[in-house]
């Protein structure tokens, strides 16, 4: 296995009813792989619980509602709203963690949003998924997981916001 990898995400688990076949059937990062519904706010991120939790002392929870769907290359994704506190989190950690930008500094900016297929194939899941929307659900902790093999990611430590 490559070199331990840890991501700072915001689950959303109460989500799982209505997204997990999909992410099962098609996502990278499963549930059965001990992911749950999330909006990521930084990967890479190094393994420092304690200063994450000040760089996130500021943040608070807030109602999210995902009222319409995007797509990034293969991947079929939910857009949250709002999404600026996705964004000031992911500022929060980079400011505290300069040596890790957002996905490795592949993209040029951020883009909150939550994966719910992946593949080739999506018009028909974005057809079943956008009848289920707007989806609604509420932010109150972010979750720093670490892969733990392949196919296995753990919950490290959670911060309540």
């Known amino acids: 296995m490559p070199a331990e990898l840890f991501a700072f995400c915001v689950p959303f688990r ?6 997990d076949e999909w992410r099962e059937r098609t996502c990278l990062t499963k549930p059965s792989h001990g ?6 706010v930084l990967i890479p991120a190094p393994p420092e619980p304690a200063v994450a ?4 002392a500021g943040c608070e929870s807030f109602e999210v509602t995902f009222p319409r769907l995007g797509r990034f290359p293969n991947t079929l994704w939910l857009a949250p709203e709002p999404a600026d506190p996705f964004v ?14 957002p996905y490795g500094g592949a993209f040029d900016g951020v883009t909150p949003h939550l994966t719910v297929a992946q ?10 998924i956008a009848a ?4 609604r659900s509420r ?8 892969q733990v093999a392949p ?7 959670e911060f309540s916001l």
């Open 139 to 146: 932010a109150t902790s972010v979750v720093l997981f670490e």
């Open 14 to 19: 109460e989500l799982a009813a209505e997204l």
């Open 88 to 101: 000031a989190m992911t500022d929060a950690l980079i400011e505290c963690f300069p040596g890790h930008p």
């Open 53 to 56: 939790a000040d760089a996130l």
């Open 35 to 40: 992911v749950p519904p999330h909006v990521t």
């Open 151 to 157: 196919d296995r990611w753990r919950e490290r430590a």
């Open 119 to 128: 593949g080739d194939e999506l018009d028909g899941v974005e057809s079943e």
């Open 132 to 135: 289920l929307l707007p989806l």
